[in-house]
């Protein structure tokens, strides 16, 4: 899916899985459905008409019954739906040239082959579906048509009407396909936008604070070495009641937009930056240990103390108290943040204008 190259890194994070892992299931289940199908009907095939067929042909038609079966468990076994159901759907094709080769019972092998294109595309998708119901037109195609190889004798009417058939039912297939295709990633699209827009301050920009439970701490769950150990830094404007006072709250309002565009600045793109609640906001640093994120605190702070935020005809002097908690283990997450919450406060009590840890406490005496 596209994404935009200006968007938040964060928002990379936000997944539709749930949206993805239905059409998988989907697929899965029509893979499922084609195996037991086949086998079933293979198996009749050859017990019902072992003595007409082509002994080549029935020993086919065992061998694909047993291959079956095997791509059946190895996808149980390791999930791979796309490389299974293609080999699966390769030696349907395979047995469907045999079939078209030999004749079968009485010449009527070319019937069966009417139900690949449905299940190639149901189990394949739209691109590997074209390209191996391609594959058996064509060959087919080359069967009844081309040099004389052993083949069985159709008759020319039959071969016309099974082609003529088979391409529409291809065709049909195919368009059918195709916009049930454009339709699920529109509805991945959409549904992608509007998980994106309800986890995302629509003041600042940044992430919100349902962000972080519904999203970021299951992928540090699922993906720990990718995130731990890492640092919770919770960050208050200071004073900022007195600015609405003073100036209103759209000043007010420009404030905290400037201050969430200055954490984009002077922070990593893989540090999560949230509007924690009016003028709170949570900083999160993956794979940072406390004593680097005392560092990263006292860096901003200083820089947020240096930078006045400056209007049209005045400028506003803004500071900001930090507190910094490590997080190990994920289940420790909300013990930490209440750690940084205690500092903040105590960052606070010690007069605004602080960074305090575990570790120790920096201020601007």
Known sequence: MTKSLNQPSWLNLINI???????????????????LVAVVLITVLVVLNYQYYDRVLTTMMLLSD??????AFYFIKTGKLTGVALIVMSIIC???????????????????????????????GFRLGLVVVSILLLLTVLLLFGPDI??????????????????????????????????????AQMTLLQKQDAHTDQLTGLANRRFITNHFLPLVKSRPEQYLPLSVLLVDLDHFKAINDKYGHGVGDQVLIEFSQMLENQLRASDIK??????????????????????????????IELNPIVFTEFQINVTCSIGVAQVNQIHEFNEAVKVADDHLYNAKSAGRNCVVSSLKKECNE
């Open 17 to 35: 899985e749930n949206v993805y892992s239905a059409e998988k299931q989907r697929r899965a289940f029509t893979f499922f459905t084609m195996i």
């Open 66 to 71: 047993i291959t079956l079966l095997l791509c």
């Open 94 to 124: 395979v047995l469907c040239l045999a079939l078209a080769y030999t004749g079968g019972k009485d010449n009527t092998a070319l019937y069966w082959l009417m139900f690949y294109p449905i299940v190639a595309f149901s189990t394949l």
């Open 150 to 187: 052993g083949q069985v004798d159709y008759k020319y009417a039959e071969e016309i009407r099974f082609t003529l058939a088979f391409s529409l039912v291809f065709l049909f297939t195919l368009i059918g396909e195709y916009f049930r295709n454009k339709s699920h990633l529109a509805i």
């Open 274 to 303: 949230v509007r924690y609640g009016g003028e709170e906001f949570m900083i999160v640093l993956p794979q940072i240990g406390l004593i680097a994120a005392q560092r990263v605190a006292d860096k901003l702070r200083n820089h």
